[in-house]
């Protein structure tokens, strides 16, 4: 099975005066404007590093639902942030790292096997596969 999906972004202008939007093929994100101030200066809004957060938490915690059906586990609850990191180097700006958080509330486990899978979620998920960055997991169980 092959699945592609589509996310598309416009730019007018210059750098930090230009804007942009991003839309997804869903319709999910329909030309959602980003721009400079977004990105760098803390104004609301989106950027692509949000975005990226958003994505990976997304797939990881489906990937760690998957898992836990395996082992024959349905959690109760599963809250997962991923903050990715922006960082300027000597060669431009590179996404550094991203620390996964996951707090979860799984019947019929303990922390040994919940950390276990867990783990094996975030090296499973796609987006975990597609990130060339260290990506870092800390994971709760409630």
Not at 15 to 41: M, N, Q, V, W
Not at 68 to 77: I, R, W
Request: with cysteine.
């Amino acid at each position: 099975m092959k699945i592609t999906r589509k996310g598309s972004a416009a730019w007018s202008g210059g750098l930090k005066d230009g804007k942009g939007a991003i839309s997804t093929e869903s319709g999910a994100l329909d030309a959602h404007p980003y721009g400079f101030a977004t990105r760098f200066e803390g104004v609301k809004g989106s950027n692509p590093e949000e975005l990226i957060g958003a994505a990976h938490a997304s797939c990881f915690t489906m990937a760690l639902s998957l898992i836990l059906g395996e082992a024959e586990l349905t959690a109760k609850s599963l809250n997962t942030t991923a903050k990715v990191t922006l960082e300027k180097l000597d060669d431009g700006f590179a996404v550094t790292s991203i620390a996964l958080e996951l707090t979860a509330s799984i019947p019929g486990t303990d922390d040994a096997q919940f950390q276990e899978l867990a783990a094996k979620a975030k090296a499973n998920c796609p987006i975990s596969k597609l990130m060339n960055t260290d990506i870092t997991l800390t994971a709760t169980l409630s």
